[in-house]
Each structure stands twice: as structure tokens, then as C-alpha cells.
């Protein structure tokens, strides 16, 4: 069966051998979440400690974090340049506003304007 796939015999093997897994995984789930007879504290769901573990690194990430090297650059090489891209749009909408409020730019030397 393995060369109609074009895959080795371990392979294939593998392939089954996982899917079995996920098959007796799922029948365990469905007979979990369609007990009747469950506690009604559960709250009608099926406990899974992976995604609890998963959902707690979630919620304390911010006290887990450690600054090192690799965060400094992350905030050189993408947070900095962001803010130096703001100042350069705000400095130059405050010039643009102001020669506006003086008059020093007519009406129809504007960029954007209604007529």
C-alpha cells in the first residue's frame, strides 16, 4: 500500500500509527463531552491541561518577560523607526498648517484642497 502513496513502509506506518492516535483521541473526547452523568462544575467542557498551560503562559507573559539583546534590537530595528516615521508626519502637518493659518500657502498651491 505504501508504493501507491510513493512513500517508504515506515512512512506509511507512521502514517497510520498517527492516525489511529487521533482517532482514539477524538472517540475519548466525544465520550468525555457526551457523559451525562459529569459534574456541574465542569461548566460542560472537557478539561484539556495542554491548553491550560498554554492559556496561563498567555496571561503571565508579561511578568515572565526577561529583557536580553534580540528584544533591544527587536526595539531598534522596528519600534524606533515607527516613531521617527511619526515625528517626520507630524513635523511636516504642523509646518503645512501653520504656512496655511499665515497664508503663506495660497489656496491653490495646497495638495489636497475641495475645488
Known amino acids: 500500500m505504501a508504493e501507491k502513496y510513493g512513500i517508504s513502509e515506515e512512512e506509511y506506518k507512521l502514517i497510520q500509527q498517527q492516525a489511529s492516535t487521533r482517532a482514539e483521541l477524538r472517540r475519548e473526547f466525544l465520550k468525555q463531552r457526551t457523559n451525562p452523568w459529569k459534574h456541574a462544575a465542569e461548566a460542560g467542557y472537557v478539561f484539556d491541561p495542554a491548553l491550560q498551560k498554554f492559556l496561563s503562559m498567555k496571561a503571565t507573559s508579561f511578568q515572565q518577560f526577561k529583557p536580553n539583546r534580540s528584544n533591544s534590537l527587536f526595539a531598534v530595528c522596528a519600534i524606533v523607526p515607527m516613531f ?25 498651491d495646497r495638495m489636497f484642497k475641495l475645488a
Open 84 to 108: 521617527v516615521f511619526g515625528y517626520f508626519i507630524w513635523n511636516d502637518r504642523t509646518t503645512r498648517e501653520q504656512q496655511i493659518r499665515s497664508g503663506e500657502l495660497r489656496y491653490k
